[in-house]
């Protein structure tokens, strides 16, 4: 008996096949990220990240299975910040599928567009759940994060206006030329303070280690989604801004050693899985934070999803 082993699938075969599409990612995002504030639908233990220092890179270790969608996988990723000084991405990963019922690998892909889009898809669905507004939207970064957010939060909400900071002020304009050229009015900024002001929705994707978002600069009402990991999950956002704002994540479990610095300091956080599912109501009029931290869930129902949709392909 012969086995060909599994299914391979690059990044560039995933994107220009276009199996991750975002009207059918989001709802199986916003599912994923409903069930794990439910019993028994999903297993995701704490990931592992072992942070190596001396080479200033991180490698994670993701396991998930998600009972309802039958999705079991593991994803490793790793961040190398320095990556973009040699061109490369700073974010990059491997995801297993596997057979649920047999444990066999069924489809091994790469991992970057997975984490591009469902990184962006859960910030989507987080806005959609804790806010109104959504006039200007403000993008700190202008990275692989940056476009993916900008790309999702205009596809679901139609901004009349999107702005780019980035501490390097050509990876603003550069963003920013890229999404005119798409037809949306963008405008790229020097300062951080300029960019943020009366924005209704903000987004943080950066490698910053230390607060580059102040509260005092926020309009009252404004919901932000925190999704860089410098130094820990919760290094742009300055400390008083937590302390302003109703804080969200996408799983507790994580948040206990993820986020411990903010829960030292007495703050609350809640899932965004309970405001999805109706038991917690979200305070609209006060500014919101998602800190997005990543889960694994996220990855194997993304998974799940692009060997359904290569399945389709190949029929
Ligand atoms: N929450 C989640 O699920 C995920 C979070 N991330 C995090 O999102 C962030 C962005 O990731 P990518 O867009 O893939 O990386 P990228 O390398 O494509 O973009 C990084 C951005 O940060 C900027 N930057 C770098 N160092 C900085 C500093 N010291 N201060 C301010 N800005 C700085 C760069 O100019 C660039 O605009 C990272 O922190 C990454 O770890 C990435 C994937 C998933
Ligand atoms: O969830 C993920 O995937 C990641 N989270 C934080 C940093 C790298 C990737």
Not at 84 to 106: E, I, N, R, Y
Not at 209 to 224: D, E, F, N, R, T
Request: aromatic fraction near 6%; include cysteine; glycine fraction near 6%.
């Amino acid at each position: 008996m012969t086995d060909s082993g599994p299914l391979y699938l690059t990044d560039e075969f995933i994107r220009n096949n276009k199996l991750l599409k975002l009207d059918k990612l989001i709802p199986v995002i916003q599912n994923a990220m409903a069930s794990v504030s439910k019993n028994d639908e999903v297993i995701q233990p704490p990931r592992t990240i072992m942070n190596i220092p001396s080479l200033n890179g991180a490698l994670l270790s993701m396991p998930a299975f998600c009972k309802y969608d039958d999705a079991l996988a593991c994803k490793l990723v790793t961040a190398y910040p320095k990556n973009a000084d040699k061109g490369l991405p700073s974010v990059q990963g491997t995801v297993l599928l596997f057979d649920s019922t047999t444990g066999k690998v069924c489809a091994i892909m790469d991992g970057i567009e997975i984490t591009t889009w469902r990184t962006a898809a859960a910030s989507a669905v987080a806005t959609k759940y804790l806010h109104n507004g959504t006039a200007v939207l403000a993008i700190l970064g202008s990275g692989t994060q940056a476009r993916s957010h900008a790309e999702t939060l205009d596809y679901c909400f139609n901004f009349q206006q999107i702005r780019i900071w980035n501490h390097k002020y050509e990876g603003a304009q550069t963003l920013t030329k890229e999404l005119t050229a798409k037809g949306k009015n963008a405008v790229a900024y020097h300062s951080v303070e300029e960019c943020v002001q009366d924005a209704d929705v903000i987004v943080t994707a950066t490698f910053a280690s230390s607060p580059i978002l102040k509260g005092k600069w926020i309009k009252p009402g404004a919901h932000i989604n925190a999704v860089g990991a410098g130094i820990n999950h919760h290094s742009e956002l300055d400390v008083d801004l937590y302390k302003l704002a109703c804080v969200y994540t996408d799983t507790m479990a994580s948040a206990e050693t993820e986020l411990k610095g903010l829960l030292e300091e007495g703050m609350t956080i809640e899932e965004v899985g309970d405001i999805i599912n109706g038991t917690k109501s979200a305070d609209r009029g006060m500014i919101t934070v998602f800190q997005s931290l990543g889960m694994a869930v996220e990855d194997a129902v993304s998974a799940k999803l692009i060997y359904e949709e290569y399945k389709k392909i190949k029929k």
